[in-house]
């Protein structure tokens, strides 16, 4: 297990490595620069260059990586040619909008999906399991940006209960205006997320009662759902991580449409104005951070499959 | 899921507006406005479009940072007012010599720095030189024709090396404002000026409070807060309006007039701006360095549709807008006419051509469907590049690698342009510059007005670009706030009259 534990963390600090550098490239293919953008229309090129050589753009690229690289392994993750802001700083400031909006989505989407996707499946072939995955499935196909302006006309505008837009300038200082602040967002994720996932946990459950273990519960007297909550459902909990590890990259990318939606100042948005503003520096950092996230996220569940299934470790 | 929401999006934006008009009805009334009982403790919600990069207000470019900042917070010696005309404000008077050549200002006294700091006379000439000298710095290059600054008790005594009528103009912009020598506040995110009002907080990515200085010299503000949100989604900006989260929502899609003002809590203020939607075709090569080809493209191109099509404005024919100096009807240098624009082509040899449009993404679709469908009319094949503004800059501004380009020039007075062979209009024509020279160096409003006239003209008349619109400051504002501008608000805002009712 820690011979396991050590070869997947080193895969992790290489993924990084490699990811640094094709962040850093990437970023580099984009047309225009900061300099250009500070200096705007009306801009003389002498303008432009003195700009650039004041923020140290006019350094080779390699130059400029090594020194990105080295300053990530000091714990420097660089800061924004824009305003001086350190990434780290704005990245904790951003996390209190995008954190939790992630976490309550999720909480959301597990509390839609884990019921009614088990229910659906134990009501395969009745009416009521069959309008369950009928009205999943059309909800999954519900465009975000739709979702979104409906609940907040419902809500907002009609019946004025939760803020249309924005976040509380005092941030959590008020903490039931910042949480409904962020409660139609999370709704908005969660409903659409959950739905697709209840799809999983539905074709898991449906596996679940089909495995050995479990028809011999049941031949040993337990009712088929006694059978399955007792026996089948560990195994429906352990492919639902899996798919909640992948769900944490579609929920930092639904994070970025979401936010330019309800106007709250969380990573997401941020990312698309620092890309917008050329903010290289300032950008890789978020960058790094975020797959770093994700990748961390990939080698923690890997690490819980590995604890719970006794399968996996009794196969080393 | 990116992909399904965008396409998705744009068919039920629509069922989403006339849904969301038909709800408005039933919004809780907001506590109707007694007019002409003004809260002075009142906070006004003001909804802005694009953020600043950040607050530089010597180096960052964009109307941006001149709409909130400028006059607000910095001020120079003179400004200018909504219908365009200069005053004093830093300066208790000014006189101007004989031969146009030395400026006096009398800088006015009592006046401090929102930090506490006295305004000195020294603090104007280090201003002004630091614009000057620093080729860096925004609008330096407007002080060009200035030879000296110096204090002299309570003047500052500025000397030209020749005449220049936009010298005054050019000193109520970024090149005249006034800071304190010396200050060591960092610039990028904080701001020390003698305005109504004080930076007071910038939360990146969501907003900027402003809030009254209580310690202005003039008038005080009447309200004692304005926070700036930054909301660039529009239905966002309309539903935040609806549910009483704003008090002025600016840069408002004048179409959506019905639905904001539904519920009786806003009305749409149209007012005049220098805003040209300005269509510039790159002359140094292929078809378009054929003055025939651009009066086609010109001809072929409905202004009236557009203007339509965007719920406010006003047509406009030559880099003159109403509101500036040298404005003229220039309809006559190319009327619209889709059948003169085939034959023009076809004198030219350029039937059946294909251009690229270079646009960057923020300014929607609305504009360039009607051109594709304009110029398809007359047989010219437009394909539309929508970029990132950063690209646009890169691409079309700086490399000059277009074809056709749209971008809304908000800036008042910009004429300069025109003249400089440089910029990415492409455009070099010594009449044009010798007229604006003469423009510069008159010293009588009738025959400097007289020589931009001509210049626009010319410009107008070598087809040089098309415009497609003279925009116009579309603004909803609360019915119980008073007292915000109208006029120009993309470019300009300044806040020291705007009221709120209890």
Redo the contacts between chains.
């Keep these: 297990m820690i011979r396991y534990a050590l070869t997947r963390g080193a895969l992790l600090l290489l993924g990084l490595f490699v990811a640094s550098a094709l962040i850093f490239v990437t970023l580099r293919v984009l047309p225009g620069d900061v300099a250009q953008v500070i200096a705007g229309l009306n801009a003389t090129p002498e303008q432009i260059a003195a700009i650039r050589e004041r923020l140290g753009l006019d350094a080779p690229l390699p130059v400029q990586y090594v020194t990105w690289v080295s300053g990530i392994l000091r714990g420097d993750l660089g800061s924004s040619l824009l305003t001086g802001a350190s990434v780290s700083s704005e990245l904790v400031q951003k996390g209190q909008v995008t954190i939790p909006l992630g976490l309550m989505s999720m909480t959301i989407a597990i509390l839609i999906a884990m019921p009614f996707g088990v229910i659906s499946a134990m009501r395969r072939g009745h009416r009521d399991g069959t309008l369950l995955s009928v009205g999943a499935q059309t909800l999954a196909a519900v465009p975000v940006v739709w979702a979104g302006m409906m609940l907040v006309v419902v809500f907002a505008v009609w019946l004025g209960w939760l803020p249309a837009q924005g976040f509380p300038r005092s941030g959590w200082a008020d903490p039931s205006l910042a949480f409904r602040s962020l409660l139609l967002p999370a709704i908005t994720i969660g409903v659409i997320e959950g739905a697709m996932l209840m799809r999983f946990v539905r074709s898991a459950t449906l596996q679940a009662t089909g495995q050995d273990f479990v028809r011999t519960a049941a031949a040993k007297g337990l009712t088929r759902t006694q059978a399955l909550l007792r026996h089948g459902l560990p195994t429906v909990g352990l492919s639902i991580i899996t798919v909640l590890g992948l769900q944490v990259a579609g929920i930092i990318v639904g994070s970025v449409v979401i936010e330019q939606l309800f106007s709250l100042p969380g990573i997401g948005r941020m990312l698309v104005a620092d890309v917008g503003a050329r903010d290289l520096p300032k950008v890789q950092g978020e960058l790094l951070v975020l797959t770093g996230f994700v990748l961390i996220v990939g080698f923690a569940v890997d690490l819980v499959h590995r604890t719970l299934d006794p399968r996996q470790r009794e196969a080393e | 899921?990116?992909r399904?929401?965008t396409v998705?999006?744009a068919a039920?934006?629509a069922?989403?507006a006339l849904?969301?008009s038909a709800?408005?009805g039933?919004?809780?009334p907001s506590p109707t406005a007694t007019a002409g009982t003004p809260d002075p403790d009142a906070t006004v919600a003001i909804r802005l479009v694009a953020?600043p990069?950040?607050l530089d207000i010597r180096?960052?470019?964009?109307a941006a940072l001149d709409q909130i900042l400028v006059d607000n917070v910095y001020q120079g010696l003179v400004s200018r007012t909504p219908d365009q005309k200069i005053v004093d404000t830093l300066a208790s008077s000014h006189t101007v010599s004989d031969d146009d050549l030395t400026y006096t200002f009398v800088v006015r006294e009592g006046v401090t720095f929102a930090d506490g700091q006295a305004l000195t006379p020294q603090d104007v000439v280090w201003s002004l030189q630091q614009v000057k000298d620093n080729?860096?710095y925004r609008?330096?290059?407007r002080l060009a024709n200035v030879a000296s600054i110096v204090a002299n008790g309570q003047e500052v005594v500025v000397t030209l090396s020749a005449p220049d009528r936009t010298f005054l103009w050019n000193l109520t912009g970024r090149a005249g404002l006034v800071l304190k020598e010396g200050d060591t506040i960092?610039r990028?995110?904080a701001a020390n000026g003698t305005g109504p009002f004080v930076l007071a907080?910038w939360?990146?990515?969501?907003?900027i409070?402003l809030q009254r200085n209580d310690v202005y010299w003039g008038e005080k503000a009447k309200v004692k807060e304005v926070?700036l949100?930054?909301?660039?989604?529009t239905?966002?900006?309309l539903?935040?309006a609806?549910?009483?989260?704003f008090d002025v929502v600016t840069g408002f899609d004048a179409t959506l007039k019905d639905q904001i003002e539904a519920n009786g809590d806003f009305a749409l203020v149209l007012g005049k701006s220098t805003d040209k939607g300005t269509l510039a075709m790159n002359s140094t090569k292929g078809p378009l360095a054929d003055k025939r080809v651009r009066q086609a493209i010109r001809q072929a191109i409905d202004k009236k549709s557009i203007v339509e099509a965007l719920g406010a404005g006003q047509t406009l024919y030559g880099p003159i807008p109403e509101l500036d100096p040298g404005y003229a009807d220039l309809e006559s240098t190319a009327p619209f006419d889709p059948d003169a624009a085939k034959k023009l082509l076809a004198d030219a040899g350029a039937e059946d051509i294909t251009l690229t449009l270079t646009i960057p993404s923020w300014y929607g679709t609305t504009v360039s469907q009607i051109l594709v469908s304009n110029l398809n009319d007359v047989g010219i094949t437009l394909k539309v590049n929508q970029?990132?503004?950063?690209?646009?800059?890169?691409?079309v501004?700086?490399n000059k690698d277009y074809e056709l380009s749209f971008?809304l020039?908000t800036?008042a007075r910009?004429f300069e342009?025109w003249t400089n062979p440089d910029y990415y209009f492409t455009y070099d024509n010594p009449k044009v510059q010798q007229l604006y020279a003469s423009y510069i160096a008159a010293t009588d409003d009738d025959t400097a007005n007289g020589f931009l006239k001509d210049a626009a003209k010319l410009v107008a008349e070598d087809q040089a670009a098309d415009w497609l619109y003279n925009g116009a400051s579309v603004v909803a504002v609360g019915t119980d706030v008073t007292g915000f501008p109208t006029v120009n608000t993309n470019e300009r805002m300044n806040l020291a009259d705007l009221a709120k009712s209890k």
């Excluded at chain 2, 939360?203 to 907003?207: A, I």
């Excluded at chain 2, 970029?387 to 691409?395: G, S, Y």
Aim: net charge negative.
């Design positions: 899921m990116l399904r929401t998705a999006a039920l934006l069922a989403g849904l969301l709800c408005s039933g919004a809780a953020e990069g950040n180096e960052t470019a964009g080729a860096s609008d330096s290059a960092d990028k995110t907080d939360k990146q990515g969501d907003s409070t926070v949100d930054y909301v660039p989604d239905q966002a900006a539903s935040g609806l549910a009483g989260e970029v990132e503004f950063p690209t646009w800059i890169n691409d501004y700086v971008v020039h800036e910009d342009n």
